[in-house]
């Protein structure tokens, strides 16, 4: 499944890095008027475009479907964390969006792998009957809250960054 989206990644980051179509695809995001009036079809390359997504997004299905449980609340389950990596990475960055998911791929497995609490800290200062008599937060484990820390990692890059991590500011 890692080699896939890689696999995928590169090919997407090359084809519209490196090749006449890529120019055309980000010109036509960027300058619409002005590739229209080089002669593109701007209409036409957004429908190749979404044409290449949705047969990206069927690869991925199927790639994803042989890894996961298939049901049709898919992506219900896994739509919100592609929202969160595209806002952490920075919206219409592919480079921010590959950081972010391996960020907070990281992140959320080493969270899941530590297991300890605010109490276990407080331990170490001396402090731990005391915090294990407040209970509450401080007695949280760290992997019951894995998968709150994307929503929290993305709040604090737009408190940060509002473009996200790798996105472009926008001056007006």
Wanted: with cysteine; hydrophobic share 60%; net charge positive.
């Amino acid at each position: 499944m890692g080699g896939v989206a890689i696999g995928m990644f590169a090919l997407i980051f090359l084809l519209l890095t490196r090749t006449r179509v890529g120019i055309v695809v980000r010109s036509a995001i960027y300058k619409p008027r002005m590739a229209e009036a080089l002669g593109h079809n701007v209409p036409l390359v957004f429908m190749g475009v979404f044409g290449v997504g949705a047969a990206l997004a069927g690869l991925a299905g199927a790639v994803a479907g042989a890894f996961y449980t298939t049901n049709p609340n898919m992506a219900l389950e896994l739509g919100v964390m592609v929202f969160v990596v595209v806002v952490v990475g920075g919206l219409g960055s592919l480079g921010g969006a590959m950081i972010a998911s391996l960020l907070i791929g990281m992140i959320t497995s080493l969270c899941v792998g530590i297991d300890k609490s605010l109490a276990d800290l407080f331990s170490l200062l001396g402090m731990g009957d005391w915090a294990q008599g407040i209970g509450g937060l401080l007695t949280l484990k760290l992997s019951s809250l894995a998968s709150t820390i994307p929503f929290a990692l993305m709040l604090l890059v737009l408190l940060v960054r509002p473009s996200g991590l790798m996105g472009e500011k926008e001056y007006l």
